[in-house]
């Protein structure tokens, strides 16, 4: 077998929307012996990052974890357990990643209404309220902070409509996660996906942090 060298990494200034740079308090933890995931000291960890999370999240819903995928894993992990085939869901797009949630949520067998707006500018409440009195509607999901253009979306009005007529408010916070407000119970948020090499600055692939309301 070949050998290998010791691995090395040059030293990059990450200014990027993703992956940023790790505190070095966050590379230290990376560097602490492994445990097995049936370690008891391996709940505790989690019960913590749990703890953690839901403070960051301003949340007391229990069913709040995190797992090892990429930001696209928490989107799917939401859309395919809250759609049916033939469920209607409306989708709002001002950037990449409105796109990606109606292309999973169309996987998933659900009538896709879309509520777009131009990149670079917030989804409009009346088109969403329009939007949402047109169908019966299962689902909106909406992004909270639109990485291919840094766009913040306002939520609380948007969660109000959505209420009003019984749907689910599923969330993308993957950029706005730690960066801005997010208020999950205050703004009656229902789902919503996260991840942690933005605005967290923890390595990137690390807990992706989806949630859902508690039936």
Same mark, same amino acid.
């Given at each position: 077998?070949?050998?290998?060298?010791?691995?090395?990494?040059?030293?990059? $200034?990450?200014?990027?929307?993703?992956?940023?740079?790790?505190?070095?308090?966050?590379?230290?933890?990376?560097?602490?012996?492994?445990?097995?995931?049936?370690?008891?000291?391996?709940?505790?960890?989690?019960?913590?990052?749990?703890?953690? $999370?839901?403070?960051?999240?301003?949340?007391?819903?229990?069913?709040?974890?995190?797992?090892?995928?990429?930001?696209?894993?928490?989107?799917?992990?939401?859309?395919?357990?809250?759609?049916?085939?033939?469920?209607?869901?409306?989708?709002?797009?001002?950037?990449?990643?409105?796109?990606?949630?109606?292309?999973?949520?169309?996987?998933?067998?659900?009538?896709?209404?879309?509520?777009?707006?131009?990149?670079?500018?917030?989804?409009?409440?009346?088109?969403?309220?329009?939007?949402?009195?047109?169908?019966?509607?299962?689902?909106?999901? /909406? $992004?909270?902070?639109?990485?291919?253009?840094?766009?913040?979306?306002?939520?609380?009005?948007?969660?109000?409509?959505?209420?009003?007529?019984?749907?689910?408010?599923?969330?993308?916070?993957?950029?706005?996660?730690?960066?801005?407000? +997010?208020?999950?119970?205050?703004?009656? /948020?229902?789902?919503?996906?996260?991840?942690?090499?933005?605005? +967290?600055?923890?390595?990137?692939?690390?807990?992706?942090?989806?949630?859902?309301?508690?039936?």
């Amino acid at each position: 077998m070949e050998n290998f060298g010791e691995m090395k990494t040059s030293t990059r $200034v990450l200014m990027g929307p993703g992956p940023s740079d790790a505190h070095p308090r966050v590379l230290r933890a990376m560097a602490t012996p492994l445990i097995g995931h049936l370690d008891p000291e391996f709940l505790v960890v989690m019960d913590d990052i749990k703890a953690m $999370v839901q403070e960051t999240l301003q949340t007391k819903n229990p069913l709040t974890f995190v797992v090892s995928a990429p930001g696209s894993a928490g989107m799917e992990t939401c859309l395919v357990n809250l759609l049916e085939p033939g469920d209607e869901a409306v989708i709002c797009i001002h950037g990449v990643f409105g796109t990606r949630l109606a292309d999973i949520a169309e996987r998933c067998g659900a009538k896709v209404i879309t509520v777009e707006a131009d990149w670079g500018t917030p989804i409009n409440a009346e088109d969403v309220k329009k939007a949402l009195a047109s169908c019966n509607p299962k689902l909106l999901a /909406i $992004v909270h902070a639109e990485t291919s253009t840094g766009v913040l979306q306002p939520l609380e009005e948007i969660s109000k409509m959505t209420k009003e007529v019984g749907a689910l408010l599923v969330v993308d916070a993957v950029t706005s996660y730690c960066g801005t407000a +997010l208020k999950v119970d205050e703004w009656g /948020i229902d789902a919503l996906y996260s991840g942690s090499q933005k605005c +967290l600055s923890a390595p990137r692939d690390f807990p992706r942090l989806p949630l859902a309301k508690q039936q």
